[in-house]
């Protein structure tokens, strides 16, 4: 399976912000934001929004002095014997303060050996996620998830997938001729989120955004009753600005 080389923004955040984790943990006791910035090159604006996340995320600590240092989020994925469960718990909380920021349930999804899955979720009373009526596996291409990872694939790639799971009607909306599922794909900014507009399901809408990093396939999600639709383009928007975080966590 090849991928397009289509590199999104969060993955330039991603990159810039393992640049800055580096610097700082080459300097044990401490190296100032100046330092930082001669370092790795990074304009000053750019820089302090990365090392606000940083922070905010518990990945850099700033000292008394202004000084940044390794912060303890870095140090609990760093060790081998915490990682899985460090990880999956700052997963956890990253997608749950999400789903509180954009009011809906949100879901982190990667194409692991030719299928969708589904990793991680938040959902919540006032956040419900999707009811998986039909196999998340088998209806890429109706759902916002499944349309965003085969969109970060190559035509071979889409085939193979097409050819193991056909382009089944699930609404009036459904997409089933493959010439215009892929048409849609090609033409989908790689920096615009992937919507569903009750094409996967009725009474449910649902965008996503890539977060592929290296030969890794992945999006982040969200979906919404109906009722809310018109809070779908500003909460699309939310999590295609809040998506570095959880793909920070994914590549350290």
Same mark, same amino acid.
């Given at each position: 399976m090849?991928l397009? #080389?289509?590199p999104?923004?969060?993955?330039?955040?991603?990159q810039?912000?393992l640049?800055?984790l580096?610097?700082i943990?080459?300097?044990?006791?401490?190296?100032?934001d100046a330092?930082?910035?001669?370092?790795?090159?990074?304009?000053?604006?750019?820089?302090t929004?990365l090392?606000?996340?940083l922070?905010?995320?518990g990945y850099?600590?700033?000292?008394?002095?202004?000084?940044y240092?390794?912060?303890?989020?870095?140090?609990l994925?760093?060790s081998?014997?915490?990682r899985?469960?460090?990880l999956?718990?700052?997963l956890q909380?990253?997608?749950?303060?999400?789903?509180?920021?954009?009011?809906?349930?949100?879901?982190?999804?990667?194409?692991?050996?030719?299928?969708v899955?589904?990793?991680h979720?938040?959902?919540? #009373?006032?956040?419900p996620?999707v009811?998986?009526?039909?196999?998340?596996?088998?209806?890429?291409?109706?759902?916002?998830?499944?349309?965003?990872?085969?969109?970060?694939?190559?035509?071979?790639?889409?085939?193979?997938h097409?050819?193991?799971?056909?382009?089944?009607?699930?609404t009036?909306?459904?997409?089933t001729?493959e010439k215009?599922?892929?048409?849609?794909?090609d033409?989908?900014?790689?920096?615009?989120?992937?919507?569903?507009?009750?094409?996967?399901?009725v009474g449910t809408?649902?965008?996503?955004? #890539?977060?592929?990093?290296?030969?890794?396939?992945?999006?982040l999600?969200l979906?919404?009753?109906?009722?809310?639709?018109h809070?779908?383009?500003?909460?699309?928007?939310?999590?295609?600005?809040?998506?570095? #975080?959880?793909l920070?966590?994914?590549?350290?």
């Amino acid at each position: 399976m090849a991928l397009k #080389p289509e590199p999104t923004a969060p993955f330039h955040s991603v990159q810039h912000a393992l640049r800055v984790l580096e610097t700082i943990s080459r300097h044990a006791d401490g190296v100032t934001d100046a330092q930082i910035a001669r370092e790795t090159g990074l304009p000053a604006a750019h820089l302090t929004q990365l090392l606000s996340m940083l922070r905010r995320e518990g990945y850099a600590q700033q000292l008394a002095d202004g000084a940044y240092v390794v912060g303890e989020s870095l140090l609990l994925l760093g060790s081998d014997s915490d990682r899985s469960r460090a990880l999956r718990d700052k997963l956890q909380r990253t997608l749950d303060q999400l789903r509180d920021s954009v009011g809906a349930a949100v879901y982190i999804s990667r194409y692991i050996d030719g299928e969708v899955k589904i990793l991680h979720y938040a959902d919540g #009373p006032l956040a419900p996620k999707v009811n998986e009526w039909a196999e998340f596996r088998r209806t890429a291409h109706a759902s916002a998830v499944g349309k965003c990872l085969l969109a970060q694939l190559d035509h071979d790639g889409r085939m193979d997938h097409l050819s193991r799971h056909k382009t089944a009607r699930l609404t009036s909306r459904t997409i089933t001729n493959e010439k215009v599922l892929f048409h849609k794909l090609d033409s989908q900014p790689p920096t615009v989120p992937v919507l569903d507009l009750q094409e996967y399901a009725v009474g449910t809408v649902c965008a996503a955004v #890539p977060i592929t990093a290296g030969k890794t396939v992945g999006c982040l999600a969200l979906s919404m009753p109906l009722e809310n639709a018109h809070r779908l383009r500003q909460a699309a928007d939310t999590l295609n600005r809040k998506a570095a #975080p959880v793909l920070l966590s994914l590549a350290i």
